[in-house]
């Protein structure tokens, strides 16, 4: 009975991490970007700079009316947003946040593998929205992710597989409890091409040519309404704090720090998975949107090779140390 | 994979939780898989793909091969479906039903699949006809265990196809460039 209880209250602090922690995100971003092009944004709801904005722009959704376009795939299209977002609940559950078997949700043995399978399933609710709604932009939108995912899986599963051989192991509490300051210099190519074909894969700008707003009205979500809709931007935002703290656990040492080595190191993760949080809003603010074939070209002919390069670089040094 | 044959034979008569659960699994695998043949709508037969395929990796979890179950969703749900859907939205693949969805091959790879499924199940009823996976112990099919057996085992296979599949990734390459140089105008954006 006991096994059953803990396992029921992990799933249930997942859980609320995963409802709580994207909404803070997108608060973070609201802020942050209105802060970075001087303007003020929503200032009144809930009185101190706006808080309650969020809040209300999610009752706002609740009370909008659920629309099916009339020439769509009904059962698709309403499964579509489910399919985008339950991956990262998944995925959240194998992220270790601090040392030992408390600060997890389940151990998994091949950690990496997991995580990054679950996080390509994710990419299938955008595909299904853009096919399902039978509309010209929506299906020009699937048929953008399905190829920005194509490109870009290979080098985050690269840069991953780096990771992986200088720990020796696939799983994720395993590489950080094998995790060494130096490690930073050494995988910090593999780092930079994980983040950014995460940040590519989550389409995110400058990577968000699959929902242009000025090309194609919003990508595969041009035709959602109502409570579908925020589903998807929800699955946005959590999948901002997916990826930043996978790269936290992966490349910057997740709950190793100078100092607070003992029952603090969660407060490290969460501290680099914060900074990365913002890092992701930044770029938005400060990068222009990239053309599809730059996008394309990016992925093949610089990711690719640096993430081979890292791997190469990371068998000669592994090699050298035994 | 070698499955250390437990002391005592469990019986078929009295299943385990795990075994109904395989079982089931397995079940609703074959009905999507059927589904998947069977219907007229091209999206939906991809869709129903990815149920089957993400029903095989809970088998493959079931086994407790894990990290086989992970690679299995990586792999198929997560690029190979992808990649037909990629291919079936550029074929503007309409909602609703395609009048020509069927083939008139349809027996003939009845036969072959009927013909296939009987090998493979052999094969494998043949092989494991006695063994039981011993749930006690460490993980059988743990990265760890997979790993050492590929790459102590059966290195040559496991090279072998790797030449295979750069020789079609070659062949691919070569289809697709005859294109651009020849007097068709295909837009390939891959």
């Known amino acids: ?322 | 994979m070698t499955l250390a044959a437990a002391a005592a034979h469990p019986g078929f008569l009295s299943p385990t939780g795990v075994e109904i659960a395989f079982l089931l699994v397995g079940l609703a695998t074959f009905g999507a898989a059927v589904i998947t043949v069977t219907t007229k709508q091209l999206v939906h037969a991809a869709l129903w793909l990815v149920v089957a395929l993400g029903g095989i990796a809970v088998e493959y979890l079931l086994l407790t091969a894990e990290f086989i179950a992970w690679v299995q969703v990586l792999i198929y749900v997560g690029s190979v479906v992808v990649l037909l859907l990629f291919g079936l939205m550029l074929t503007k693949a309409p909602i609703g039903r395609s009048p020509d969805a069927d083939s008139g091959n349809r027996w003939v790879a009845a036969a072959v699949a009927v013909t296939a499924a009987t090998a493979l199940v052999w094969v494998v009823v043949d092989a494991f006809r006695t063994t039981w996976i011993d749930l006690e112990g460490p993980a059988q099919g743990s990265t760890d265990a997979t790993g050492e057996f590929l790459f102590r085992h059966w290195v040559l296979p496991f090279e072998a196809l790797s030449v295979l599949l750069l020789a079609a990734l070659i062949g691919a390459i070569v289809l697709s460039r005859k294109d651009r140089a020849g007097t068709s105008h295909r837009e390939d954006k891959r």
């Not at chain 1, 968000?208 to 935002?237: H, K, N, Q």
């Not at chain 1, 969660?266 to 770029?283: D, G, H, N, Q, S």
């Open chain 1, 1 to 322: 009975m006991n096994d059953v209880l803990d396992v029921a209250l992990r799933l249930l602090i997942v859980f609320a991490v995963f409802m709580l922690v994207p909404l803070v995100v997108g608060q973070a971003e609201h802020k942050v970007m209105a802060h970075m092009q001087g303007r003020l944004g929503p200032m009144y709801a809930g009185g101190f700079h706006g808080w309650a904005q969020l809040a209300a722009d999610g009752v706002k959704f609740v009370q909008k009316e659920d629309i099916v376009p009339a020439q769509a795939d009904r059962r698709v299209f309403q499964l579509a947003p489910a399919v985008a977002l339950l991956p990262y609940l998944l995925v959240l559950v194998a992220i270790p946040i601090g040392p030992g078997e408390g600060a997890v949700g389940q151990v998994v043995d091949a950690g990496i593998f997991f995580v990054l399978a679950v996080m390509g399933v994710g990419v299938l609710g955008s595909l299904m929205a853009g096919w399902a709604s039978a509309n010209k932009f929506s299906l020009l939108g699937g048929l953008r992710t399905a190829a920005q995912l194509l490109a870009y899986e290979l080098p985050m599963l690269l840069a991953a597989a780096s990771v992986a051989m200088a720990a020796g192991t696939v799983s994720l509490p395993g590489i950080l409890n094998a995790f060494e300051w130096w490690w930073l210099p050494w995988q910090i190519v593999g780092a930079l091409v994980f983040f950014v074909a995460g940040l590519a894969e989550l389409q995110r700008p400058p990577f968000d040519m699959p929902v242009a707003d000025s090309e194609i009205i919003f990508g595969a979500y041009t035709e959602y309404t109502g409570l579908r809709f925020a589903l998807f931007l929800l699955a946005e935002y959590a999948g901002i704090v997916v990826l930043c703290g996978l790269t936290t656990v992966l490349f910057l040492g997740g709950w190793h720090g100078p100092l607070g080595a003992d029952g603090l190191g969660w407060v490290w993760t969460l501290l680099k998975t914060a900074v990365l949080a913002f890092v992701v809003i930044w770029l938005r603010v400060s990068y222009p949107r990239l053309r599809e074939d730059q996008l394309q070209k990016l992925a093949w002919t610089v990711l690719i090779p640096l993430a081979l390069a890292q791997i190469a670089l990371t068998g000669i040094v592994k090699v050298a140390i035994n």
